[in-house]
């Protein structure tokens, strides 16, 4: 069973940073996409950052600029560094990954528990 961990959130003022991980234990063969997405209350689930397994990197345009998404292969990870928060950052944050378990085989989709960020003052 493939599982993804989410940790690093937390209470930060406005302008503050945060880390967030999302750790992957799992039997997968290949990685095709990985990405960060929030909700906040009453809103839609949106993405926020992506990487693609080529390492291209997509964002929205609300965090262009201030969040940065990389992964570190060796140790199935992918993080999410941001900065100069807004109040409007607030959110759970879902780590989300798009894999094959064994070559072949269909791309799977598996979302992580999420992680609650929250900017104020």
């Known amino acids: 069973q493939v599982q993804l961990v989410e940790s690093g959130g937390g209470l930060v003022q406005p302008g503050g940073s945060l880390r967030l991980s999302c750790a992957q234990s799992?039997?997968?063969?290949?990685?095709?996409?990985m990405g960060w997405y929030r909700q906040a209350p009453g809103k839609a689930r949106e993405r926020v950052a992506g990487?693609?397994?080529?390492?291209?990197?997509t964002y929205a345009s609300s965090v262009k600029g201030r969040f940065t998404i990389s992964r570190d292969n060796a140790k199935n990870t992918v993080y999410l560094q941001m900065n100069s928060l807004k109040p409007e950052d607030t959110a759970v944050y879902y780590c989300?990954?798009?894999?094959?378990?064994?070559?072949?085989?269909?791309?799977?989709?598996?979302w992580g528990q999420g992680t609650q960020v929250t900017v104020s003052s």
């Open positions: 799992g039997s997968i063969f290949s990685i095709v996409f």
């Open positions: 990487i693609a397994n080529n390492g291209v990197t």
């Open positions: 989300n990954v798009d894999a094959r378990r064994a070559p072949g085989s269909p791309v799977a989709n598996y």
